[in-house]
């Protein structure tokens, strides 16, 4: 097949959709399909190796945001637009990136999901005329719904069929103040029912998007996310049947933030430290930390600090691949508590692949990752106490944590690679391409 992935660069800040979508274009390749990634507004960070190519950055962040709010820049020479959108300048923006707070792009949401009837209109067309000099896709995918303003312009500019990726848009638009989430939530329905498909990482993202958008629920499948097994598969067994190391170790391994949950993992980890038999218990963290980040990451040192317990915790900002694999083999169980609508967590999958079993609240789609593969254990609300019971449970029982580090590990590569991931996503798309209506149209189902 001919592809097309549409997809945001987050900057200067690890994105698990940038991850996701990096690695299945890769695999898709691998797999003989012509695949293409477009990337959006900035450079895509990341910990693998890149597929964008020679592809060029679309939408510009700083042509974007100089649209939305100078409406004589629309028509500004393309010499200008041009020069706006050297690599240099786009590498300057994403350092700033880090500091926008989603109630800052209101406004810039709407617009964007308005598509030819937006600021960005100028930009649309840009990205348009590119790829129309390409062999004509079979499909485009837009990497959230968020893109979903694109999608008219696209079936009618290309001739092909567009399928949106769901991937955590809710906890973003919800976070938008009003009157720009109620618009945003409208104009994503509206604009929703000119797309062939939906494809999500678990069903209960799945059920979720069709209540809030009132889909269809025959257009909405589910291919659960894959990571790139290198590195992992290189990692020994687990061992005997004690501890990785020479002291019991609790982690977290994602962006340093309260949506995430740090602050539960460090107040479950001083209620754990208070009990005798858990007093050599350490604690790593690791993951992403911008300059946003920085002041929440203080305050939790603070309070490790006032507990006696700062030479018992580490923070890991910002790791490489090698050292993120390195990592998530290094501690006995991880723990990601994550407090908003989260559609997948590839956190759970890179932890299991490290053979690290995982401890999660109740929520989200985390009950469908660990049935389906056997690697961790569910608490039953996600709060600090609940998950330090689950978690004394399981540091109690190192042949236990060793079970469910392997029936993961397994479980994933078997099921949750790469590989298997653009095996589900060709799936659906045929699937959603053979019930579609004709690109032209953009009427209702």
Not at 382 to 407: I, K, W, Y
Request: aromatic share 8%.
């Amino acid at each position: 097949m001919n592809l097309i992935q549409i997809t945001p660069g987050a900057g200067g800040m690890y994105c698990g959709n940038c991850f996701r979508d990096n690695a299945l274009v890769a695999e898709l390749r691998r797999q003989g399909h012509d695949t293409v990634m477009v990337p959006l507004y900035l450079p895509m960070t990341l910990d693998e190796a890149p597929t964008v190519g020679t592809t060029p950055t679309f939408f510009g962040g700083i042509n974007v945001f100089l649209s939305q709010k100078l409406p004589w820049y629309r028509s500004a020479p393309a010499w200008l637009r041009q020069a706006v959108d050297a690599p240099w300048l786009l590498k300057w923006a994403a350092g700033k990136t880090a500091k926008t707070r989603p109630q800052d792009v209101g406004e810039l949401t709407v617009s964007m999901l308005r598509g030819e009837e937006g600021c960005q209109t100028r930009e649309l067309e840009d990205m348009i005329a590119w790829m129309s000099r390409l062999p004509r896709p079979d499909a485009v995918y837009l990497s959230n719904a968020l893109l979903l303003g694109f999608a008219r312009r696209l079936r009618s500019g290309l001739g092909t069929k567009v399928i949106s990726f769901l991937q955590s848009e809710e906890s973003f638009l919800d976070s938008l103040p009003e009157p720009f989430r109620s618009e945003s939530w409208r104009l994503m329905a509206e604009r929703g029912r000119e797309l062939d498909g939906w494809i999500a990482p678990t069903r209960y993202f799945a059920d979720r998007m069709i209540l809030r958008l009132g889909l269809s629920p025959d257009r909405v499948r589910v291919a659960q996310s894959g990571i790139s097994l290198d590195g992992y598969r290189d990692l020994p067994s687990r061992s005997g049947q004690g501890f990785r190391g020479s002291v019991p170790t609790l982690g977290f391994f994602a962006r340093m933030c309260p949506d995430k949950g740090l602050d539960t993992v460090v107040d479950a980890f001083i209620e754990l430290r208070r009990q005798e038999r858990f007093s050599h218990l350490r604690l790593k963290v690791g993951g992403g930390c911008g300059p946003s980040d920085q002041p929440f990451v203080d305050s939790l040192r603070r309070r490790l600090v006032e507990a006696g317990l700062s030479d018992a915790a580490s923070f890991h900002p910002n790791l490489s691949r090698d050292e993120k694999v390195a990592f998530l083999a290094s501690v006995d169980v991880l723990s990601v508590p994550s407090r908003f609508s989260e559609a997948f967590g590839l956190f759970v999958v890179e932890a299991l692949a490290a053979g690290t079993p995982v401890v999660q609240p109740d929520v989200c789609g985390f009950r469908e990752i660990i049935e389906a593969t056997g690697g961790g254990r569910l608490c039953s609300s996600n709060t600090s106490s609940a998950l330090a019971a689950t978690l004394g449970e399981l540091f109690a029982d190192p042949v236990e944590l060793r079970r469910l580090g392997d029936c993961g590990r397994q479980a994933v590569a078997e099921r949750f690679s790469d590989a298997a991931m653009a095996r589900e996503v060709l799936d659906q798309t045929r699937f959603l391409i053979a019930g579609s209506r004709t690109p032209h149209s953009t009427g209702p189902e």
